[in-house]
């Protein structure tokens, strides 16, 4: 008698799951049953179809040749659904509903709190969800619907604006520089025998973090952190002298800028969004805002105004 080989949506999430979980009690989890409901599920779908989807290892379970065919037609429906979500996101005919932005904790609380509260506040039927994250979500999996990030160097399958310019310069504390009243009272080689703050090795592909591995003695880098905002932190508590974003540095009374800002520095402020829900209502009404909003701030965030030149020629 030949086997009955039906199959449902719910099998193929089933063996996506497990091959990601790699075992049962992962996937288990991940579905909120129990382990034996799990087992119980695969043996049936293998028994139906007549062949083996999983090999068992001490290590874990290993997707079979069907397996693998299953697993790669799961993934081809998972992007299918996500696909047509997106198109669903994108139809909506009213900024009204939730958005998912995603962002960093520095440009969250430096800048965009005070923002995110106007948009709230004009437009009263739209919820935010944010999302902080260093790293960038995935927007084409719906992650988030929204990135402000600051980068050079935007996703190619993202679409948005460069809103800014997010100058940087070199600051200390004040209490430290008491006769500093401005870069035109220091010399940036007066200034690398002292003790510097760092990014961590996660940001080091920073142009600001790979200045000062490439001018400061190790042994002079004294503390490294792996976020802007504890960079900030660092420098007000006078743990050492470093780079910083001039929007955070210049705001506090108890910083002092060392040397002119740095073009080399420089990041570009992007609002960014996947394709699709570009003419989204609630994208698009967002996005304007936003835009508008930061643009007010453009000059504090590019530096105040403050002549831009190379440190010293140390650049």
């Excluded at 570009?268 to 394709?275: R, S």
Aim: charged share 25%; hydrophobic share 45%.
């Amino acid at each position: 008698m030949s086997k009955q080989q039906h199959l449902d949506w719910d099998d193929f999430r089933l063996v996506k799951i497990i091959a990601e979980a790699n075992g049962l009690a992962g996937a288990a989890e991940r579905l909120a049953v129990n382990h034996s409901t799990v087992f119980r599920r695969l043996g049936q779908m293998e028994e139906n179809l007549g062949v083996k989807l999983f090999e068992r290892h001490r290590t874990g379970y290993v997707l079979t040749a069907a397996g693998e065919e299953m697993m790669a037609l799961a993934e081809q429906m998972d992007e299918n659904v996500t696909a047509f979500t997106r198109k669903l996101a994108g139809q909506a005919v009213a900024p009204a509903g939730e958005l998912r932005v995603t962002t960093n904790d520095t440009l969250l609380v430096h800048l965009l709190t005070p923002i995110f509260a106007r948009f709230i506040k004009a437009c009263p039927e739209m919820r935010l969800d944010v999302v902080l994250a260093n790293q960038a979500l995935n927007l084409s999996k719906r992650d988030a619907d929204v990135a402000i990030r600051a980068t050079d160097d935007p996703p190619e399958t993202l679409v948005g604006r460069r809103v800014a310019t997010i100058a940087w310069a070199i600051y200390g504390r004040v209490a430290d520089f008491p006769d500093v009243k401005g870069p035109e009272d220091v010399t940036i080689a007066d200034l690398f025998d002292r003790h510097w703050v760092a990014l961590g090795d996660n940001l080091a592909t920073l142009k600001a973090a790979r200045f000062v591995r490439e001018h400061v003695a190790p042994e002079n880098i004294v503390y490294k952190v792996n976020t802007v905002l504890g960079l900030a932190e660092s420098v007000e508590a006078g743990t050492g002298i470093g780079p910083l974003p001039c929007f955070i540095a210049d705001a506090s009374p108890n910083l002092v800028r060392l040397a002119d800002i740095n073009p080399d520095f420089a990041a570009g402020l992007w609002l960014l969004t996947h394709p699709d829900l570009r003419q989204s209502a609630r994208v698009r009404a967002f996005m304007d805002f936003m835009a508008a909003e930061i643009t007010k701030q453009k000059k504090r965030i590019e530096g105040g105004g403050a002549k831009i030149a190379l440190l010293n020629g140390a650049g």
